[in-house]
């Protein structure tokens, strides 16, 4: 029979969705409005530090299953990188040190039990409001909830903080295993999956907008405009912002943004005891990752910093980060800082309860993208778990699976 799956946007969903329905023996087209695949996990050739960054540092964990499987199953597994489930942190204010791991939280048995027990309160409850008083609130569960939720405490969901919690904590050995993409983000996600779709004869369209959908056809700002049959599928894997110019009844989403500075330094950065990574609180930056000669820096719910200039922000972070990193904070090397202004949703209680299913009113379109109900926040996990079940539905096939 004649049918195609047409999935419209090569984020994560729509890379996941469309391999799985090729993989499932579908024609598939995938259409992308930018240049490039990725969409928000993506990496590009930097002119100014003359080095492969990534749009922001992305942190995957064992716990996150379908992530990983999926990059098994595309070949992009082998440019990620297992390292130690070590979190170091150092307190920039006073000098503290101290390191999480799977079996040593900091917070001691009845705060951590307090905070498993957090898929359960009330509705409305905010991270703040149920451990905001707890003696390990600034060291442990303030960092983790704007790590996990890019949210802050005080507006963040208590109830999907909980589910992330018990996800890691209770998933077993490996799942507070954390994964770097040490070749890039695009390695490990984007070049594979359009090399896997290349193979299975699907075909890809870049600069290609979606503009207008209708029963009979998609049309897009290229002038194209492709005919539906009826035994064609489509699969929105697009973000809430782009879906609502398409599509009446999307509830507004507000956001949160992400900003990441990259420096190159002279040599490889190094930072004590070997770990990639380390965790920082008492100033502005909050997580500082090593990659060769670049050092990153994230801050996450940063909407606040969006209107501060990029050479005030790099200097800003880089006194924060030079000492670790055993270099001169007033010598600012070459720098690139990147606003991410819808990094994720703001994962706040009245956001996370109207986060929609994939279905639609149209028996033929189903949604997918990060932003969709899940026990994730909006996160690599989610948006790869979103693309296969929207391909599931679409197609007709409750069996696939990337394990
Ligand atoms: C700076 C930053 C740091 C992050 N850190 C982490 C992390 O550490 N760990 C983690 O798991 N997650 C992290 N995330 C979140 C993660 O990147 C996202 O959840 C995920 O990439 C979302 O994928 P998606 O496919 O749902 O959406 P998107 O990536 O937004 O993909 C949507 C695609 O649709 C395209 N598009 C839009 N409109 C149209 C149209 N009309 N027609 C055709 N195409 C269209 C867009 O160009 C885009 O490529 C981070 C995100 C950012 C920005």
Redesign the pocket.
Known sequence: MNRTLHV?????????CAVAGARAGWRVAL????P???????SFRCDRLDRII???????LGA?RH?LSFATAIGGHETLEAVAPLFPFLDLASGRQWTLSPGKLTSGVWETASAMGLPWVRTGQTVASRLGGKRSFAALWQPLCE?ML?TQADDASAKLFGCVLRELLMGGKTAMRPFIARGGLSAAFAAPAIATLASYGAQVNFR????VISDTALD??DGEAIALSRHDRVVL???PW?VA??LSAVPHMPTRA???AHFRLDQSAALPGGQRFLGLTGGLAQWLFVRDDVASV?V?AADRLLDTTAEDLAQALWRDVAAPLGADPARLPPFRV?K?R???LAHTPKVVESRPGPATKMPFLWL????MASP?P??????IA??LTAARLAIGRDDLSFA
Request: charged residues 15%.
């Open positions: 419209i946007g090569a984020g994560l969903a729509g890379l996941a259409h992308e409005a930018a490039q695949a990725g969409g928000r996990c993506r990534d749009n922001g540092t992305h942190l995957m996150n992530a790590a890019n290609r907008r979606l503009v897009f700002d894997a697009l973000p782009a110019g398409l992400i900003v990441n994230t996450s990147l991410e819808r990094a994720t997918a993208g990060d932003w994730w909006c996160t690599i996990e989610a948006a979103s693309g």
